[in-house]
């Protein structure tokens, strides 16, 4: 018998239920297949594309979603298997995903991103390394009790550091703050976030975390620093199109994730 959910609380997402299974268990409606344990998790759909053209990848299975396909990849990487998955854009649908590889059978995971930057002195492209992330989105909370942040793995974090500094690039380890509202992204909650230690906004990160801990797997992250949300005017910076950088850092995640 499962242990009882947190009392009424005066807010629902206060309500952490610490029972091991659910009504829809991913083991259960998912079968284990032979999946590489290692997975990067991209956001970069054009980076996935050539990499899986280039390295001529197979689709291992596809995580059917009623926006249509996620598909799981393989590639070769000097004689090592390694999966790719896109996690689509936000807490729940990226949880949901990362559950479903979870019981296809991956295990170790490093994902490549991009984020806001809450200091514009941080560059396009700059890299960082959340080591913890504010949980101010709503996924979390289903998987871990209430608390402000919830930490990345830190033997994930360290094979990312590892892997950086072999090739002599810059990063700065440091904290996200992950949200669900990016148009709600106000000054005042801005300047709170700077208070509290965060240098970037991002979507996904704190739901990562949280269901990596809840399933014991290993699972660490690299954003590269993207739009500036730091001002009174949002400022672009033309993030989303810095192809070079995207491609480069889908090749460091896969080293740090091969490395674990």
């Known amino acids: 018998m499962s242990e009882s959910p947190s009392p009424a609380q005066p807010y629902p997402i206060l309500e952490f239920d610490p029972a091991p299974e659910a009504v829809i268990e991913p083991a259960r409606i998912l079968k284990s297949i032979d999946a590489p344990e290692h997975c990067v998790v991209c956001f970069f759909q054009e980076a ?8 001529a990848a197979k689709t291992l299975f596809s995580l059917k979603w009623e926006d249509g396909p996620h598909p799981l990849y393989e590639i070769d990487v000097d004689g090592k298997r390694l999966a790719i998955l896109h996690p689509g854009v936000g807490a729940p649908m990226a949880a949901g995903l990362l559950e479903g590889v979870i019981a296809l059978g991956c295990k170790k995971f490093i994902a490549c991103g991009s984020a806001g930057v809450l200091d514009k002195q941080i560059a396009v492209g700059h890299l960082i390394v959340p ?6 989105e709503g996924t979390s909370y289903h998987y871990l009790p209430p608390a402000r942040e919830v930490g990345a793995s830190a033997e994930g974090i360290a094979a990312i550091e590892r892997t950086l500094q072999a090739h002599s690039v810059p990063y700065l380890v440091s904290k996200t703050w992950t949200t669900d509202a990016p148009y709600r992204e106000t000054r005042a909650k801005v300047q709170q976030r700077k208070a509290e230690g965060c240098v970037a906004v991002d979507m996904e990160a704190a739901a990562f975390f949280a269901v990596a801990q ?13 739009d500036d949300v730091s001002g009174g005017e949002w400022d672009s910076r033309r993030w989303h199109t810095r192809e070079e950088i995207r491609q480069n850092l889908f090749w460091l995640a896969a080293e740090a994730c091969l490395a674990l």
């Open 48 to 55: 996935i594309a050539k990499v899986c053209r280039e390295r």
């Open 214 to 226: 809840f399933r014991r797997v290993t699972f660490a992250q690299i954003l590269y620093g993207g």
């Open 131 to 136: 080591a913890s992330a504010v949980r101010d």
